[in-house]
């Protein structure tokens, strides 16, 4: 079995690499890619895997993009940091999806699921290229660009260009660039992912999303992480792990 994995993320690569090989040790892993255009390239000048296991959320964009640029008429595993909430619209497009961090059980569950619907029917494989094919059919669901925030006895709504941080303190409030703090109706930090532009907005850990033009200043720990200072507000630094910290500073630099 032919497999191609697109995931920016090293050290989940990894894992998903290692618990590939000991759930299906006839697997080929044929590339491991970490961004959308380098996806877009790969599968326009090769041969297409068996198998598909492929990040939501990607460096340079959302992988659904993939599909505007090449079509893939081959089933899919969709690993993802988001719950079933999050991306239940996706879920009929694909044999299934995974949560990170990524389960050995799961997996292998997954896989059985591939064989018995794609490897061992042809009229199931049809039914696959099919579901591929309405993805293919798609239009890019488009960013939110407003948010509503409690403000006194009513809503406001703040413009996305306006925001600095969310953050996840208990509850999830958002930080205006005019250093105001609101409350929000978010139950978590994955579902606004879902819903802004991975250009201007990233992850950096847990607790926050920034906005690009919220960072002031990074300064690299000595542990490897990096320390991110928020325009607008002095006494509030965001980590970003010894793992991200490279993948923050391409986000950065990217328009």
């Given at each position: 079995?032919?497999?191609?994995?697109?995931?920016?993320?090293?050290?989940?690569?990894?894992?998903?690499?290692?618990?590939?090989?000991?759930?299906?040790?006839?697997?080929?892993?044929?590339?491991?890619?970490?961004?959308?255009?380098?996806?877009?390239?790969?599968?326009?000048?090769?041969?297409?895997?068996?198998?598909?296991?492929?990040?939501?959320?990607?460096?340079?964009?959302?992988?659904?993009?993939?599909?505007?640029?090449v079509s893939i008429d081959k089933p899919i595993i969709f690993t993802t940091?988001?719950?079933?909430?999050?991306?239940?619209?996706?879920?009929?497009?694909?044999?299934?999806?995974?949560?990170?961090?990524?389960?050995?059980?799961?997996?292998?569950?997954?896989?059985?699921?591939?064989?018995?619907?794609?490897?061992?029917?042809?009229?199931?494989?049809?039914?696959?290229?099919?579901?591929?094919?309405?993805?293919?059919?798609?239009?890019?669901?488009?960013?939110?660009?407003?948010?509503?925030?409690?403000?006194?006895?009513?809503?406001?709504?703040?413009?996305?260009?306006?925001?600095?941080?969310?953050?996840?303190?208990?509850?999830?409030?958002?930080?205006?660039?005019?250093?105001?703090?609101?409350?929000?109706?978010?139950?978590?930090?994955?579902?606004?992912?879902?819903?802004?532009?991975?250009?201007?907005?990233?992850?950096?850990?847990?607790?926050?999303?920034?906005?690009?033009?919220?960072?002031?200043?990074?300064?690299?720990?000595?542990?490897?992480?990096?320390?991110?200072?928020?325009?607008?507000?002095?006494?509030?630094?965001?980590?970003?792990?010894?793992?991200?910290?490279?993948?923050?500073?391409?986000?950065?630099?990217?328009?």
């Amino acid at each position: 079995m032919k497999v191609l994995i697109i995931e920016d993320e090293s050290l989940i690569a990894k894992n998903l690499q290692r618990l590939l090989c000991e759930v299906a040790p006839d697997v080929e892993i044929l590339a491991v890619i970490d961004s959308v255009s380098a996806a877009v390239k790969w599968l326009r000048s090769n041969p297409h895997p068996d198998l598909l296991f492929m990040d939501i959320q990607l460096s340079d964009g959302v992988s659904f993009e993939i599909f505007t640029q090449v079509s893939i008429d081959k089933p899919i595993i969709f690993t993802t940091a988001y719950d079933e909430y999050a991306i239940k619209a996706f879920k009929f497009n694909s044999i299934d999806y995974l949560l990170k961090p990524i389960d050995k059980a799961d997996l292998k569950t997954a896989l059985d699921k591939f064989h018995r619907l794609y490897e061992q029917s042809a009229g199931k494989q049809s039914e696959i290229i099919e579901l591929v094919s309405i993805l293919n059919s798609k239009r890019p669901v488009p960013f939110k660009e407003r948010f509503l925030v409690h403000h006194k006895s009513g809503f406001i709504p703040i413009q996305s260009d306006l925001i600095s941080v969310f953050l996840k303190d208990q509850i999830i409030y958002l930080l205006s660039t005019s250093g105001q703090k609101y409350v929000t109706d978010y139950n978590t930090l994955d579902e606004i992912e879902e819903l802004v532009n991975p250009l201007s907005f990233y992850r950096a850990n847990r607790q926050t999303l920034i906005h690009k033009s919220a960072v002031e200043s990074i300064q690299k720990h000595f542990s490897g992480k990096v320390e991110v200072k928020v325009r607008g507000y002095a006494d509030m630094i965001i980590d970003v792990s010894r793992e991200k910290a490279q993948d923050f500073k391409n986000w950065l630099e990217n328009d």
